[in-house]
């Protein structure tokens, strides 16, 4: 990476980090610890269905999807969490399989949260943690069975070395689950999105640092790293109830005074509570929800 690069993508992160920083204790207070959307089906969708037992159901049937395997002599022993927030799946991970886990975030507020949360459930000795950069991490090679990333991807800018460095840390053999928001598949006239629809992507990155690209997209990164397995599967259905859930909990008296606590009176937005940037991209077909597994070769 060149220097220009590099130093924006420092930026990019501190930006990251610092709005985490916050906003990671507002979501604790409004959810707990699990920060990312949960899954509903047709036996799940009430009106409000608890958010944290939804996003609990999101891991569940992530790992069904993946086939991962309870097997004791098969099940995953050492697990990384990339960009794990306060550690919820890491710590969910980590007891379902009574196996060693790691978790990496960029926000140091985020970190030690998780230290503590971790030490309060009895886990120090299992499940760790450490402030890191997605695409340049510590681990050796092949150190993990099982790489579990939910809604992290969306904020990293160089997918390539992304996916090359979520391959390097797999082991022969290791299942790679990731969980994000794609923009939609080009057909095969296209090369790129329409203009609007560019513009519009535009404005909901430069608000939340994220940025998109397809399914098609991940999956043709996975074929260059010779995984295989590979799986994938559009949820948009399954996690469309979540942002009203959501929004229930965050203009909820309890949801405002959080806000208010954490960010104070004056950056106070009834436009950012009621999330509507991502949500409305969403529904009109522009960004889906999608799960992509895929096995590094043993």
């Known amino acids: 990476m060149d220097t220009e690069g590099k130093t924006e993508s420092e930026k ?6 610092t709005a985490y ?11 707990g ?3 990312h959307i949960g899954f509903y089906d047709s036996s799940t969708i009430i009106p409000g269905t608890d958010v944290h037992s939804a996003q609990t159901r999101t891991i569940e049937a992530a790992l069904r999807f993946a086939s991962v395997s309870e097997d004791p ?33 960029l926000s140091p507020v985020e970190a030690e949260r998780a230290r503590v949360l971790t030490a309060s459930q009895g886990l120090e000795s299992q499940v760790s943690f450490e402030v890191a950069d997605a695409l340049n991490q510590q681990f050796e090679d092949g ?4 790489i579990w990333c939910i809604e992290c991807a969306d904020h990293i800018n160089d997918k390539t070395k992304f996916v090359h460095e979520m ?19 080009l ?4 090369q790129d999105l329409h203009p609007d629809e560019k513009k519009l992507l535009n404005q909901t990155e430069s608000g939340n640092r994220v940025k998109w690209i397809s399914a098609a997209d991940y999956i043709n990164l996975f074929k260059s790293c010779s995984l295989q397995d590979i799986n994938y599967a559009d949820w948009s259905p399954h996690v ?27 950056q106070l937005s009834i436009r950012a509570l009621m999330m509507p940037s991502l949500f409305d991209r969403f529904k009109n077909g522009q960004l889906k929800y999608c799960i992509l597994t895929c096995q590094k070769p043993r």
């Open 12 to 17: 990019m992160n501190k930006a990251i980090a």
């Open 21 to 31: 920083d916050v906003h990671s204790k507002i979501l604790e207070e409004i959810a």
């Open 33 to 35: 610890d699990h920060f």
């Open 73 to 105: 002599s098969k099940k995953p022993r050492n697990i990384l969490d990339v960009g794990c927030g306060i550690g919820g799946s890491t710590r969910y991970l980590a007891s379902k399989y009574d196996a060693q886990a790691k978790g990496i975030t």
């Open 143 to 146: 150190a993990f069975d099982l």
């Open 167 to 185: 391959s390097r840390l797999a082991a022969p053999g290791a299942t790679i689950i990731l969980l994000t928001w794609c923009h939609r598949d």
């Open 187 to 190: 057909s095969p006239l296209e």
């Open 240 to 266: 469309a109830p979540h942002y009203a859930e959501m929004r229930k909990s965050t203009l909820s008296w309890k949801g405002i005074m959080s806000y208010i606590r954490h960010v104070g009176w004056r």
